[in-house]
């Protein structure tokens, strides 16, 4: 079932961030939500996660359901080996036999089978970031939360990230809730995009893209035009 959030209340002090805000994030699909820095994209999300209380609304089919969290920094344990940090979130939840299977799947899946002895220290930014990518989808959440998580990354980089948590991602299809000031990450990734924007947030408009991620081109003439609809309203 979907997340469904409905008359969201939300301020600090005296700054409103969120005013009577409803949502509908579908499951089962990547839910890409846009916006400028300050508009509170992150807020939102630390909400749906319960890592900050609402001052008011309503969230639908949340209780009971687990999460992982992606944040914009890895947050690796640097004593740890690639293989350890994956396979330290699933030690209460699956036998040795078979938390092997799963960390030697998600390592292969994000192109660092040949790195799993590999210290963080000895790791680039990169491949960092791969490794929390592999061990957010380890742990069987029903919901993944991903916060700007390639926020720091260069162009090429980011682009092969985006292949390794497709590739994650297209083995489970689990309800991602993912944030972004990245008009082409939107567009790489999202099932729908909500575009934020302003304080109270808002949304302003939604897209939904039927094709399928492994087979967009961001180039074709109809993600364009869809690109430059939303320059524009990130501009407005």
């Known amino acids: 079932m979907s997340v469904i959030i409905k008359n969201l209340y939300k301020k600090y002090d005296d700054l409103v ?12 699909e990547i839910s890409v939500i846009i916006g400028p820095s300050g508009c509170g994209k992150t807020t939102l999300l630390n909400m749906i996660s319960k890592l900050q209380p609402a001052d008011k609304g309503y969230f639908e089919n949340i209780d009971g359901k687990t999460i992982s ?4 920094e890895p947050r690796l344990i640097e004593w740890k080996t690639v293989w350890q940090n994956i396979e330290f979130v699933l030690k209460n939840v699956f036998t040795q036999q ?4 799963i960390v030697s799947d998600c390592v292969s899946l994000v192109g660092l089978k040949e790195f799993k002895d590999y210290y963080p220290r000895q790791l680039s930014g990169g491949m960092l970031q791969r490794v929390s990518i592999a061990r957010a989808f380890a742990y069987p959440s029903e919901i993944l939360i991903m916060d700007e998580p390639f926020k720091q990354l260069d162009l090429k980089i ?3 990230i985006l292949r390794s948590f497709l590739n994650l991602w297209n083995n489970d299809k689990r309800t991602v809730i993912f944030t972004t000031h990245d008009i082409e ?5 999202g099932n729908k995009i909500f575009i934020l924007n302003g304080l109270p947030g808002k ?5 939904t893209i039927s094709d399928m991620q492994k087979n967009r ?3 074709d003439e109809k993600i364009l035009k869809i690109k430059n609809n939303l320059i524009s309203l990130m501009q407005s």
């Open 98 to 101: 078979q938390r092997e299977k």
């Open 17 to 28: 961030v969120f005013e009577d805000f409803s949502i509908e994030l579908p499951e089962n």
């Open 69 to 72: 969290y992606l944040f914009q």
């Open 185 to 189: 990450e939107a567009l790489s990734l």
């Open 203 to 207: 949304i302003l408009e939604i897209v």
């Open 217 to 219: 081109d961001i180039n």
């Open 158 to 160: 980011k682009k092969d």
